[in-house]
């Protein structure tokens, strides 16, 4: 699902989320012969793109999982599109890694779509404890 512009609600039973002005990637975690892979909307592989990112097999072993998120760069504590442009197209090994040193990425992760061999996309959202008007 992608962010459309719209006019946001302004009862209390509504939520809004930042948008993070990254690049859209769908994460693919955990396989032995291709342990990261992240996908782009064009259908591109941009891992080695983004080195930072290749701690997630480990920070998530042993499971295998299919994250959907984005990748962001932040200037002065905000999103900023303009510096991730200056690393999205970057291929070669030695001008990313010098670039990845002073304009580091990191990766928002907005749900989990498959885990272990399940795949959570049609499961129903968890339950909360309580429903906004206080009555579940």
Do not use: C, N
Not at 34 to 46: E, F, I, Q, V
């Amino acid at each position: 699902m992608k962010a459309v512009t719209g006019t946001l609600p302004t009862s209390g039973s509504w939520a809004f989320e930042l948008k993070w002005d990254g690049m859209r990637v769908v994460a693919a975690v955990g396989d032995p012969s291709r342990p990261l892979r992240l996908d782009t909307t064009g259908g591109l592989d941009a891992a080695a793109r983004f080195p930072e990112l290749a701690a997630l097999p480990a920070a998530l072993a042993p499971h295998r999982v299919v994250l959907d998120g984005e990748v962001v760069t932040f200037r002065d504590g905000r999103p900023s599109f303009g510096q991730l442009q200056h690393r999205m197209r970057l291929a070669r090994p030695a001008e990313i890694t010098r670039v990845a040193a002073t304009i580091p990425v990191v990766y928002v992760v907005f749900d989990l779509l498959w885990v272990d061999g399940d795949d959570l996309v049609p499961a129903p959202p968890p339950r909360s404890r309580s429903s906004p008007s206080g009555s579940g």
